[in-house]
């Protein structure tokens, strides 16, 4: 019916297998959420020049005690729709604010924001509580949204990001070049920092618009004071395009894959050592 009058769609097998697939991941979220099976992963963020470790983004695992480990693209939109988003997102930014106590005082955390949440609920309100019984520094965190945030609201979304900037927090647009990307979103606030999304990346290579663009992005967004950050660089040659066109931080498997917080204390280790080749570059292996 979304489609449209007169447009019939065959429901096939694998269509089912999708739908049920769907329904019971919404009905076993709640009891996830409460038995800690959602939890964060932390990907190393590494001065582009340097190499040094300087923060993990937290991203959102789902280990099934029975389908094995689900990925945040299928469980992040049925929390949004379900309405357990705001409580995924107070479990994740908990968790990240508790484990990243730990870590040393020059290395932040990124969390993802979705936007329904931060629309929806008293964010602010849920973020100050956060901080307060977690006793994590509001200066070394950083929130993450993307654009869509200041699509439907843009006034209320704008309100709630200058809010959550007074807390001393950082504010990080993600995934810039994948919507709609209007120069305007950068005019209505005062963001600390730009996602360059991985498409763009991915096709540094090869397209010699995408780093014309890259550069133009990278040269706008620091004259505006924020922090350019590319995501997803796989590749040395990528690294190396990125940093000579001026971006300031890179994230992506060349650097470390999204690691368990065990592992996260390793390559905290590691990147401490005296003379320590700050965080190895490993071979992307799929
Ligand atoms: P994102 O915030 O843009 O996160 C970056 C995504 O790119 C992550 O996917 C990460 O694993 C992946 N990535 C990073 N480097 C590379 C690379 O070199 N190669 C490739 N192929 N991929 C790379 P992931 O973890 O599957 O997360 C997907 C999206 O789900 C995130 O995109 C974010 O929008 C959302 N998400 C994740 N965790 C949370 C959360 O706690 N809350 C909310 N609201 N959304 C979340
Ligand atoms: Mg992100
Ligand atoms: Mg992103
Ligand atoms: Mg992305």
């Given at each position: 019916k979304a489609l449209g009058k007169g447009i019939v769609v065959k429901f096939d097998p694998s269509?089912?297998?999708?739908?049920?697939?769907?329904?019971?991941?919404?009905?076993?979220?709640?009891?996830?959420?409460?038995?800690?099976?959602?939890?964060?992963?932390?990907?190393?963020?590494?001065?582009?020049?340097?190499?040094?470790?300087?923060?993990?983004?937290?991203?959102?695992r789902w280990n099934h005690p029975e389908l094995g480990w689900i990925g945040p693209y299928e469980f992040i939109p049925i929390a949004e729709t379900s309405s357990q988003i705001v409580e995924l997102g107070r479990c994740i930014l908990?968790?990240?604010?508790?484990?990243?106590?730990?870590?040393?005082?020059?290395?932040?955390?990124?969390?993802?924001?979705?936007?329904?949440?931060?629309?929806?609920?008293?964010?602010?309100?849920?973020?100050?509580?956060?901080?307060?019984?977690?006793?994590?520094?509001?200066?070394?965190?950083t929130l993450e949204v993307t654009e869509s945030v200041?699509?439907?609201?843009?006034?209320?979304?704008?309100?709630?990001?200058?809010?959550?900037?007074?807390?001393?927090?950082?504010?990080?647009?993600?995934?810039?070049?994948?919507?709609?990307?209007?120069?305007?979103?950068?005019?209505?606030?005062?963001?600390?920092?730009?996602?360059?999304?991985?498409?763009f990346v991915d096709d540094l290579g090869h397209d010699p618009r995408c780093l014309s663009i890259i550069e133009s992005v990278v040269d706008l967004a620091t004259e505006l004071g924020m922090k350019v950050v590319a995501e997803g660089v796989e590749t040395a040659d990528q690294h190396e395009i990125l940093r000579k066109s001026g971006c300031h931080i890179a994230q992506g498997y060349l650097f470390g894959r999204p690691q368990p917080i065990d592992q996260v204390h390793v390559t905290l280790l590691k990147s401490l050592a005296p003379s320590a080749p700050q965080i190895e570059a490993t071979k992307a292996t799929g």
């Open positions: 269509m089912r297998a999708d739908f049920e697939r769907r329904g019971r991941l919404e009905i076993d979220l709640k009891l996830a959420l409460k038995n800690g099976d959602i939890f964060p992963f932390y990907q190393p963020q590494v001065d582009i020049d340097t190499g040094k470790l300087v923060g993990f983004e937290a991203l959102a908990t968790t990240a604010c508790i484990e990243a106590m730990a870590f040393p005082d020059d290395v932040r955390v990124s969390v993802n924001l979705s936007v329904g949440q931060m629309l929806r609920d008293d964010v602010i309100g849920m973020v100050t509580d956060i901080l307060a019984s977690t006793g994590f520094p509001a200066e070394r965190l200041m699509m439907s609201e843009p006034e209320l979304a704008a309100r709630i990001l200058n809010g959550l900037k007074e807390l001393g927090i950082s504010i990080a647009l993600d995934d810039f070049g994948t919507g709609y990307s209007a120069l305007s979103y950068l005019r209505q606030f005062d963001w600390d920092e730009l996602k360059i999304d991985k498409s």
